[in-house]
């Protein structure tokens, strides 16, 4: 073997770090595959503005011109900023199942963080919290959930061997409408809903941009304290609501209000996953976008699963019940449009409060993330 890594910056070369991806997955029919200009958009330093305050280097693994692996490593500036330490992270990794391969791939990732004076390397994080964050090490025999990862088992055997260890594990919880209103959330919710004097509203599409600027204030003040939590600036913001309004759907969206003041809100999102799963299989190359759209528009009868995102409520008005009301509503809505089931995906391992809430509505912990850490 001939094995070189390479640092890459040019389209044409973007373009191959994406489409290794169906190198493989292509034969997993778990994988769904992405719609490749979302995966360039995702990665394009110009148009992300995820990446003016970043540093980023992109490595391909090589064999002869042959691409037998990829990685990035990520210097988050704001997440330093915020946590006031030295902390890089490795992000979009992809490799055959080869420990030479996945260890040259790691040394360049971890050369380049050292030389920005990096002490500490978190990952894989695709490419911050606010994206796409852990390993799939638990719950291999169903595909991902919208915007959330999928990996091969091997990974995790990869990654270990190059020193990295558990860091923080995250949870994806499958609840059933079937089981998981009980007449105890009911009477609970209402009790309290109406004793608190809070009153819950679906999101209002014809305000867009109001209602994702009070979505933006409580985002970035009900996660502030939680593990690996990074602000998002207005541009990251705007980027993602501009993603997501293609697929949302208002009566998934909730706010608890009182007195005109906003406690929380809470965003769900139909998996469409489960629509570009459903139809023929989204090949490599440019030309997937209109099997997407097809897919997207004839397939929508598959999607049975709706993602529970985001669940926030602001500090002070914790622990008084909002989150088990936005549960509720929740699973009301899927009710409403045939949803059978609801992913609450994902949850910090000693996120106690959110956990218990699953578990009191039947639900199933059926997948575990694992994000990895490594000191330099």
């Known amino acids: 073997m001939s094995l070189a890594i390479r640092q890459i910056s040019s389209k044409a070369d973007k373009l191959k770090f994406i489409r290794f991806l169906w190198d ?9 595959p992405p719609l490749e200009m979302d995966r360039m958009k995702l990665i394009d330093e110009k148009k992300n503005p995820f990446y003016p305050h970043s540093d980023i280097a992109w490595f391909l693994a090589e064999d002869n011109g042959k691409i037998l692996g990829r990685i990035a490593a990520i210097i988050n500036h704001n997440h330093n900023s915020f946590h006031d330490d030295k902390t890089g992270f490795f992000g979009f990794f992809e490799c055959v199942n080869d420990a030479n391969v996945a260890s040259k791939l790691f040394e360049a990732a971890e050369n380049f963080l050292r030389s920005k004076g990096m002490t500490d390397v978190l990952g894989p994080v695709n490419p911050s919290t606010n994206d796409e964050a852990g390993l799939l090490i638990e719950g291999f025999d169903r595909p991902p959930v919208l915007l959330m990862t999928y990996n091969p088992k091997y990974y995790s055997d990869l990654i270990e061997r190059n020193g990295y260890t558990k860091a923080k594990d995250l949870y994806a919880w499958l609840l059933s409408t079937d089981s998981s209103r009980s007449e105890k959330l009911i009477r609970v919710t209402e ?4 004793r608190a004097g809070i009153t819950i509203r679906t999101f209002d599409k014809k305000d867009f941009t109001n209602e994702v600027v ?7 003040a009900a996660w502030e304290k939680n593990w690996g939590f990074v602000p998002m600036t207005d541009d990251e913001f705007d980027f993602l609501a501009a993603d997501l309004k293609q697929i949302y759907d208002p009566e998934f969206i909730f706010f608890a209000e009182k007195n005109g003041e906003t406690l929380g809100f809470s965003l769900s999102l139909p998996d469409v996953n489960q629509a570009f799963a459903a139809g023929p299989r989204i090949p490599r190359g440019m030309m997937n976008l209109p099997i997407s759209l097809w897919n997207l528009l004839t397939k929508k009868k598959a999607i049975d699963t709706v993602r529970i995102l985001v669940l926030g409520v602001a500090k002070e008005h914790r622990n008084r019940g909002i989150d088990a009301m936005f549960y509720r509503k929740t699973i009301e809505a899927a009710e409403k449009k045939g949803y059978k089931f609801g992913e609450a995906s994902w949850i910090l391992e000693d996120n ?7 578990a009191m ?16």
């Open 191 to 194: 009790a309290m809903q109406k």
């Open 24 to 32: 493989i997955y292509g034969n997993d029919p778990n994988w769904v």
């Open 361 to 376: 509505m039947n639900g199933k912990k059926y997948k575990t993330y694992r994000v990895y850490g490594k000191k330099l």
């Open 352 to 358: 106690d409060a959110m956990n218990r809430a699953c």
């Open 214 to 220: 009070r979505i933006k204030n409580l985002y970035n």
